[in-house]
């Protein structure tokens, strides 16, 4: 009981500091929100059970190595939002078509993420009730599509969207409490020296393959480059590399405690694996969890739905409407929704990312060796471009690592 009020406690204390005025009318916090709200949304929800199940005790590694690919591409991506906005850019008709190829790059990856998003809120909303089954999942992911068409084409989303600060700050607070509780079975578990100590049941190319394949989980840094309406470059390169940061202090400590205090036999892998693990520790968890799953993924939903849909708009000049776009995003994520599993859905969103992220090195590369003084960087980009193709080619699923 003491330990369930302390989450409570902690959980309100964090929302309500996320709330106080200092927080919430600063501009550098205000524009980190946004890629933070994306990095640690619905990787957190999945990403501890596979790692600790297919890594055994090198998870915080493997964990720590997709936090720094992740950074190294936000690297690229704050460069480009450095030269373009320099007092005079070089003109560059190459860089042009790159930069026009990577936006719809990032259209098809907004469309699978989206299923991603959507299909974890399915799995989550019928978690704790008696119609948890795939089936019915796939039902309320299903109808969840459907809503989000017909708001999106009658009324657009801008309503909707200004529940983000609010849906971001309750996840963080939830987040908060899930690490305390977290960190006080870990202390249990320390002191009656009965940590777990788990061998990886993955090595070599299938434990490569599976942690490109895992690029979407740390994915989200890279909407600071959109951001342009609202916040100068300055701000958004803080902001993203503040979000960056803090989402990696929160993921090596989830996994740093996650790793070593439950055996793989106390849980399945799947989707809500984590809703189980934590009921172990306390009751209160899994209803936190839940409620921050839905208001997460409903955001992060929105957020992808409506940036697809303008993206489109401005992409064809005008010639495709913003909800034309959310129809074909929608058609597609329910062809999604009743032919591939969450896991599926997981690895085709990192490649298609990871091929946005390709395009992001190259355009990276480009500008810097036709500026002065950027060679090594430019390198550093090629070297990077060629990584995102192997996630591209090689990204796989849980299922298929292991099979």
Known sequence: MLLNIFIILSAIATGLLLLSPRLSKSTVWRATVTPLASIIGSGFLVLAPILVSDYGYIAPLVMAGLCLGAFLFGAAIRFNILQRNVDHPLPDPWTD???????????????????YYLNLFGAFGVSLTPFDNSANAKLLTSAV??????????????ALEKMEYSAVTLKLAIIVSLLVGLSWYFYQKASAETLFDHPP???GWPAL????????TVQGFETSRYLGRDYDPATRIKSMRLAQIVSTVIYMIYIGLFAYSFEREQFALTETAIIDMMGIITPV?????????????FSAAIADTSGSGGLVEELTRGHVKARTGYAILVGMGLLMTWSADVFQIIAYASRAFALYYTLQS???????FLTGGNRLKGVGFVLLAMLGVLIV?????VESSNG
């Open 362 to 368: 190259v355009i990276a590369a480009r500008r810097a």
């Open 393 to 397: 080619l090689f990204g796989n699923d």
């Open 285 to 297: 968890l899994p209803l936190l969890l839940v409620a921050a799953a839905l208001a997460a993924q």
């Open 145 to 158: 599509y459907i809503l989000i068409l017909i708001v999106g084409w009658t009324r657009g989303f801008k």
């Open 201 to 203: 049941l993955l090595s």
């Open 209 to 216: 393959t599976l942690a490109f394949g895992l690029i979407i």
């Open 97 to 115: 078509r790159l930069e026009l190829a990577a936006s719809w790059a990032l259209v098809f990856a907004f469309t699978i993420s989206v299923g």
